[in-house]
């Protein structure tokens, strides 16, 4: 597109459901934040929306087990998560939430309209019922044994042990978690957004008019959706939280938290645009705007795909990009919450800038590493070292250690005022600094436009380690002792630190401009040092060697960061660790206190029921990783009649070449079903020792493949 008359950038609504982790923080509101902290310093404009996601199950799932409602679980997390953003330097123009009233309006306007044009279509399905509590059951209110690992409490939508995606359907003796009960199924009818009717347009949408442009993770994951074939997706559900379904007689009905969600950008647009007497139209109808959805891995089919249908269907600009983040591990794990492995940003606020030692230096010290390892384009992992070490040897020992010592050596040299420059004195590292500062500019410009932020980040502290290596050539320190008779530096000396440290100083004000997006509080207190106004920051000063007038008193050097030490670095390994235990211990509590002495046996079945299941032995001959799937294994199996393709969620058991020849007992007759796009045609019969370690239930010698067993 031409150059913008305006941006419109978002970040994921993050769930109302608890306190959100600093890998969240890198994946879709720190980045954001960046580019839109340098679109502001080049006056443009630009409206950063974003808000908290209220709605779906995920909330009242947490309402049950804080004995609370929906209502007051939203309204404590949103002030958690307005809070926490604010305090690490999150900048949005707005921090809505879905539960506003002008939210609902959006949405029911917005499926109203869909729904009007013909867009959408009604389906009657049967899904889960709960007779006893009497109500349709969400994927999450489910839970069974997983068909893949065989853990008994798998949710509707995911087994949390495996990993893998599952529907209720595939669920093996599902129950409600609401009474503890077997569903039935029970006819229903939804609403449904058929994106099969929009393949052809996505393909050439994301796939050729994009293919330049949008991150390389990001257009994977779409070809993949795409080349699975779209199906229709439902848009409303049976709850009693969230938007109500604006059609008479769907009084039970609310507007599935994926349609809503997104909607939620809109008004947020609108309520900002209330607030400061704006029209918000042109920012979702304009062509001449440019909207940015930042997003983490896991967002990318809503965004990139589902989101685009509905704008396109409703008659809004589409988003000219989606740069998604991958995951950020902490310390050799997955992060996660629930697990116990993770850094809350609220707990990273409380441990170290609410300390008296803490405050903003700490906040940019969080930013600087989160950016230098962002998970840009594959998975990253933080570390306690590694986030002391990039402290510690980068931020204080290159960029802050360079603004130290041009500050104290212009303090002791040039009488605490910015210098002249002698033109006639001008030599080569002299040109070639100034020349690094143009080009540091033209380099941060192109990283940050095309999202590489970690790039953009890595050119300034290279051009600050540049500033020390021309301040230690240049050694104005040894050119003062060129004494005169008056006891001062000869003039000629003192020409000589006049245009070393008045470029020095040039150089100082133009990192001031170039850390402002990534590090704000940083280059506010360099602004501060500088007796200038925060106006200085402006793109448009980059680059430029008359940023600080000659003759110009500045004030004393104030250190930018403090180190980390070693103790804090042990301390929050070893909080991390007991966080973690502590919650397996609890975990391990709750199971023993609901496991009976005696094995519970499933429900009581008839023979001709067991008669159905066709049990049939086969030999492994192949076997390989599924991709992007730490639990699964692809098996090539022999079952002398035919080969079969199975997926088992067994890779943490076996590795693929020591499973090569083993003889396994398949059920032969199992519906096939697709699994990280494989079609998966039977499945293994496994048992599980007393240690929990996976065993393959097989013949006790070598029987013909395809004998039955019975």
Same mark, same amino acid.
């Given at each position: 597109m031409t150059t913008p008359?305006?941006?419109?950038?978002?970040?994921?609504?993050?769930?109302?459901?608890?306190?959100?982790?600093?890998?969240?923080?890198?994946?879709?509101?720190?980045?954001?934040?960046?580019?839109?902290?340098?679109?502001?310093?080049?006056?443009?404009?630009?409206?950063?929306?974003?808000?908290?996601?209220?709605?779906?199950?995920a909330i009242t799932i947490q309402a049950m087990k804080e004995n609370t409602t929906p209502k007051a679980i939203v309204d404590k997390y949103h002030a958690m998560l307005k809070s926490n953003m604010a305090d690490l330097g999150i900048s949005f123009d707005i921090y809505h939430r879905t539960s506003e009233p002008l939210h609902h309006e959006t949405a029911q306007a917005f499926f109203t309209d869909l729904n009007d044009k013909g867009f959408l279509e009604q389906h009657e399905t049967e899904q889960f019922y709960d007779e006893q509590a009497q109500t349709f059951l969400a994927d999450r209110y489910i839970v069974g044994t997983c068909p893949v690992c065989g853990y008994d409490n798998a949710f509707g939508d995911q087994c949390e042990k495996c990993g893998t995606s599952l529907s209720p359907e595939q669920l093996i003796n599902p129950r409600s978690t609401l009474s503890g009960n077997t569903p039935i199924k029970k006819a229903t009818k939804h609403w449904y957004l058929p994106l099969n009717k929009h393949e052809d347009f996505l393909r050439k949408w994301i796939l050729e008019d994009h293919k330049n442009d949008w991150k390389s993770n990001v257009l994977g994951q779409c070809k993949s959706w795409l080349d699975l074939g779209l199906q229709p997706r439902a848009v409303t559900r049976d709850l009693d939280w969230g938007v109500p379904v604006p059609v008479k007689g769907a009084d039970s009905k609310v507007l599935y938290v994926w349609f809503d969600a997104p909607i939620g950008y809109i008004s947020a647009t609108k309520q900002w645009a209330l607030d400061h007497d704006k029209d918000w139209k042109p920012y979702w109808n304009d062509k001449e705007t440019k909207l940015v959805h930042f997003i983490g891995k896991d967002n990318i089919v809503f965004h990139a795909i589902i989101f685009p249908v509905?704008?396109?269907?409703?008659?809004?600009?589409?988003?000219?990009?989606?740069?998604?983040?991958?995951?950020?591990?902490?310390?050799?794990?997955k992060m996660s919450t629930s697990r116990g492995w993770s850094i809350e940003m609220e707990d990273y606020i409380n441990d170290f800038v609410k300390q008296p030692n803490g405050g903003e230096q700490l906040v940019d010290a969080l930013r600087y590493y989160l950016t230098a390892i962002a998970p840009e384009t594959k998975d990253s992992e933080f570390t306690w070292k590694g986030f002391q070490d990039a402290v510690n040897s980068e931020l204080v020992a290159v960029f802050g250690n360079y603004i130290n010592r041009a500050f104290v050596l212009m303090h002791k040299l040039c009488g605490g005022k910015v210098p002249k420059f002698h033109n006639d004195l001008m030599d080569d590292a002299d040109k070639?600094?100034?020349? +690094?500062?143009?080009? $540091?500019? &033209?380099?941060?410009?192109?990283?940050?436009?095309?999202? =590489?932020?970690?790039?953009? #980040? /890595?050119?300034?502290?290279?051009?600050?380690?540049?500033?020390n290596k021309y301040m230690q050539d240049k050694q104005p320190w040894i050119?003062?002792?060129?004494?005169?008779? +008056?006891?001062?530096? $000869?003039? &000629?000396?003192?020409?000589?630190?006049?245009?070393?440290? =008045?470029?020095?100083?040039? #150089? /100082?004000?133009?990192?001031?401009?170039?850390?402002?997006?990534?590090?704000?509080?940083?280059?506010?207190?360099?602004?501060?040092?500088?007796?200038?106004?925060?106006?200085?920051?402006?793109?448009?000063? &980059?680059?430029?060697?008359?940023?600080?007038?000659?003759?110009?008193?500045?004030?004393?050097?104030?250190?930018?960061?403090?180190?980390?030490?070693d103790a804090e670095v042990a301390a929050q390994i070893e909080?991390?660790?007991?966080?973690?235990?502590?919650?397996?211990?609890?975990?391990?509590?709750?199971? &023993?206190?609901?496991?009976?002495?005696?094995?519970?046996?499933?429900d009581t079945i008839q023979f001709d029921d067991f008669a159905k299941i066709d049990l049939k032995v086969g030999t492994i001959t192949a076997a390989e990783k599924v991709e992007k799937a730490d639990k699964l294994l692809k098996l090539t199996v022999d079952l002398g009649f035919e080969i079969r393709t199975i997926v088992s969620g067994i890779a943490l058991h076996f590795t693929p070449d020591a499973i090569i020849g083993k003889q396994v007992v398949v059920v032969a007759n199992l519906a096939p079903r697709k699994m990280r796009g494989i079609e998966s045609n039977g499945m293994i019969l496994m048992a599980e020792d007393a240690a929990g370690k996976l065993k393959f239930v097989a013949p006790n010698e070598t029987t013909n493949n395809g004998a039955g067993v019975s």
């Open positions: 008359k305006r941006y419109l950038v978002t970040s994921a609504l993050p769930y109302a459901n608890g306190p959100k982790h600093i890998g969240h923080l890198a994946g879709a509101y720190l980045p954001a934040d960046i580019y839109v902290r340098y679109l502001r310093a080049q006056k443009k404009d630009v409206v950063y929306v974003c808000g908290s996601d209220e709605h779906g199950a509905m704008l396109q269907l409703h008659g809004n600009i589409l988003p000219d990009n989606v740069p998604s983040n991958e995951f950020m591990n902490l310390e050799g794990d070639q600094l100034l020349a +690094d500062i143009l080009t $540091t500019k &033209a380099t941060i410009e192109k990283s940050i436009e095309t999202y =590489h932020f970690r790039d953009g #980040l /890595a050119e300034v502290i290279a051009l600050a380690r540049k500033g050119t003062a002792k060129q004494i005169g008779d +008056d006891g001062q530096p $000869t003039e &000629a000396a003192q020409a000589l630190i006049d245009n070393c440290m =008045h470029i020095c100083l040039q #150089l /100082a004000a133009n990192l001031a401009i170039f850390i402002n997006p990534f590090l704000p509080n940083t280059a506010k207190k360099m602004c501060y040092m500088m007796k200038v106004v925060d106006k200085m920051l402006d793109w448009d000063n &980059a680059g430029t060697t008359k940023l600080l007038s000659v003759g110009y008193s500045l004030r004393a050097p104030e250190l930018l960061f403090r180190k980390i030490e909080k991390l660790q007991q966080k973690s235990n502590q919650l397996k211990m609890n975990e391990q509590s709750t199971d &023993a206190a609901e496991t009976p002495a005696a094995p519970i046996l499933k």
